[in-house]
């Protein structure tokens, strides 16, 4: 798409060149056309944010994955008085690159990456694309974090604690070396290639040290108790569940309902004792990536077994989901988003959230500039 377009480009410079030459008067009209294309691009770059929310919306041209991606991009377009209407974005960029999606979801990790970046697999685009950030337009939910039944975490509370305090320990370590961590998850059986867990593993670094303000995090893996409000009531607003006291539910639901913040503070404390379970199995919401990169060092570095524990880490993807894996005792805890806990806490499930590895969103649209 994009070598066509350079390439039609190259053919109209080489006619325009040519008339020139000839001292045709239609040079005239080439000129008055390449200003009016000036000015249309000035004035398109000089579009704010709200402007091109409002523009790409009426075009029907705004991007989502769904799939409880959407609760942000549903919130944005309230936010300007839209309708909350979205185009389904398949898990390429491909809309994006040919133009049918002009604002498009993208994860600061993932998928914004292979838009900017020229290696396997990406687009190419570098300092001709921008963003909106949710983070910055007051809509941002919080992403990946730990969790584990509340049955589970009464009957094992040490293993709870010593499972928070090794992770946040290689959590830590993959922050202050993001290269050495993408090389870990690489080596761990990667889903994408060395070059895209790089650049994944410095842009998740970001979401671990950075709230959604913009201010740097002193202590990871932390509940904020503002970002984690706004989530809840965001997702109040924006979750629909078809089971009536299912949707009551989730109106009634508390912080205290969905997070219990006593294991992460003792397990930062050193108040942690012998753990009662030591095989652990943790579920990831995806295949093998920088994404997840600080469980994925703290079993490579030992920390796990510092802590009394053999834990396996279970890759995400197809059918696998990981509230349910939890819930039913197929694995001990689990990664996912606080939405998705909420979502299943309130459709009856027992889950709660022991520590807030994410700080702010990673989902923003990208656009070309």
């Not at 309708?83 to 491909?94: A, K, R, S």
């Amino acid at each position: 798409m994009k070598r066509r377009l350079l390439t039609t480009m190259t053919a109209f410079g080489l006619t325009a060149a040519m008339l020139a030459g000839c001292g045709s008067s239609s040079s005239g009209t080439a000129a008055k056309e390449d200003t009016a294309e000036t000015e249309q691009t000035e004035e398109a770059a000089e579009l704010t944010d709200e402007e091109r929310i409002k523009a790409a919306a009426a075009e029907g041209k705004i991007g989502n994955w769904g799939l409880g991606n959407e609760y942000e991009i549903l919130a944005l377009l309230t936010k300007y008085g839209l309708p909350t209407d979205y185009l389904v974005q398949d898990f390429t960029m491909d809309g994006f690159d040919d133009d049918s999606i002009t604002l498009a979801s993208a994860m600061t990790y993932n998928e914004l990456g292979l838009v900017v970046n020229d290696y396997d697999g990406g687009y190419g685009y570098g300092d001709s694309v921008d963003i909106i950030d949710m983070n910055d337009e007051g809509v941002a939910m919080l992403e990946d974090m730990l969790f584990c039944t509340k049955s589970f975490a009464e009957e094992n509370p040490n293993t709870v604690k010593a499972f928070i305090a090794a992770s946040i320990k290689g959590w830590e370590y993959a922050c202050e070396h993001p290269d050495e961590a993408a090389q870990i998850v690489y080596e761990a059986g990667s889903s994408v290639s060395s070059d895209h867990q790089a650049y994944m593993a410095s842009e998740v670094k970001k979401l671990v040290e950075t709230d959604m303000n913009g201010n740097s995090v002193s202590e990871i893996g932390k509940m904020d108790e503002t970002a984690m409000q706004q989530t809840l009531d965001l997702a109040k607003q924006y979750i629909q569940l078809d089971d009536s006291a299912a949707a009551d539910k989730l109106q009634s639901l508390t912080l205290d309902d969905i997070r219990d913040t006593a294991f992460y503070e003792a397990a930062m404390s050193g108040d942690i004792g012998t753990p009662e379970k030591t095989d652990i199995k943790i579920q990831m919401k995806w295949l093998p990536q920088a994404q997840f990169m600080g469980y994925y060092v703290a079993n490579a570095k030992g920390y796990y077994a510092e802590y009394g524990l053999n834990v396996e880490i279970i890759s995400g993807g197809g059918d696998i989901g990981e509230t349910t894996a939890v819930q039913n005792g197929t694995v001990d805890f689990g990664v996912t988003w606080v939405s998705n806990l909420i979502a299943a806490d309130a459709a009856g499930m027992d889950l709660v959230e022991v520590a807030q590895i994410y700080q702010r969103s990673g989902l923003v649209l990208v656009y070309k500039k």
